[in-house]
């Protein structure tokens, strides 16, 4: 099946709440580039779009999300889009650093802090897999409502590298547990993500979508601009938490390492693929 932007990503209007659902099941929703512009299409309309006050963002399928593409028929990593996040130039063409720092914060950094600053309320509704990339687009939504099968990982220290690209895990389950998340490379249940704060609520699998969106609805009551000031105000608090500060001074070291893998090894993932990373995160048997 091709992946057009049409095709990527649906969006479904429930009253004044906006279901945006990732449309790639058959590969666990793996983002591709298509897939990440298609949402911030969706997203950009539903800012301007007075009548939509809550966005909830899902996954088709089983899985919310298994992270970034890095190994589908529709990797689409050399593929030019029209830069949204930043000033920069196109990292298509460019070797080394140049190229993978130029498309890492437009695609994957860039576009997750322009989402998470969107004026509106954003609910993850998540089941299955939340993992690495997966991660970074439910911790760009301002709450997460979790599936008691839901599960969440950033096993990308087995490829050398300290975390996603948006490294908000110290902020999220507090710094104790980011280590054992990173060190371990284990997926964390949705009892254990909400005993750290993490998520929201865990609910039923059959109630998921009932519960997210009764919790949307009643958001939906409160007005638009006190909505958009109190998202703000939250936000600024956790920056000045560290947050952002604390996401860029990592983002450096997220390329020393795949600068490090590229120069001593085949390539800069440490020859890793979505199978190899699937079976390394099989291998620890955790829940
Ligand atoms: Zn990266």
Not at 104 to 112: F, I, K, P, R, S
Not at 244 to 273: C, K, P, Q, W, Y
Request: charged share 25%; glycine share 10%.
């Amino acid at each position: 099946m091709s992946d057009s932007a049409a095709e990527v990503v649906l969006t479904e209007r429930r009253g004044a709440v906006a279901i945006v659902t990732m449309n790639r099941p058959e590969y666990r929703n793996a983002q591709n580039s298509a897939m990440t512009y298609a949402l911030d299409d969706a997203f950009s309309a539903l800012a301007a779009d007075e009548a939509v006050k809550v966005i909830v963002l899902a996954g088709e399928g089983d899985h919310f999300s298994a992270g970034h593409d890095i190994g589908t028929p529709g990797r689409d990593v050399d593929v030019s889009f029209p830069r949204r996040a930043s000033i920069w130039w196109d990292h298509v063409g460019r070797p080394g650093a140049d190229g993978r720092i130029a498309r890492e914060q437009e695609v994957y950094l860039g576009m997750c802090r322009r989402w998470r600053e969107l004026p509106k309320p954003m609910i993850a509704m998540v089941q299955g897999a939340c993992i690495a990339g997966g991660l970074m687009l439910a911790w760009s939504c301002d709450l997460i409502i979790a599936s008691d099968d839901s599960f969440f990982a950033d096993p990308v220290v087995q490829m050398g590298i300290p975390g996603v690209e948006y490294f908000a895990h110290p902020w999220v389950m507090g710094p104790r547990f980011a280590k054992e998340f990173l060190f371990s490379g284990q997926r964390f249940s949705a009892e254990r993500a909400l005993t750290l704060g993490m998520v929201n609520r865990v609910v039923s699998r059959a109630e998921l979508e009932s519960e997210t969106l009764t919790l949307a609805e009643r958001i939906a009551t409160m007005p638009q601009f006190g909505l958009a000031l109190a998202k703000m105000a939250v936000n600024q608090a956790e920056d000045l938490m560290g947050l952002r500060a604390g996401i860029d001074s990592v983002f450096g070291l997220h390329h020393v390492a795949h600068a490090h893998n590229a120069e001593v090894g085949s390539d800069h993932l440490a020859g890793h693929d979505a199978r190899t990373m699937r079976d390394a995160g099989k291998k620890d048997g955790a829940t």
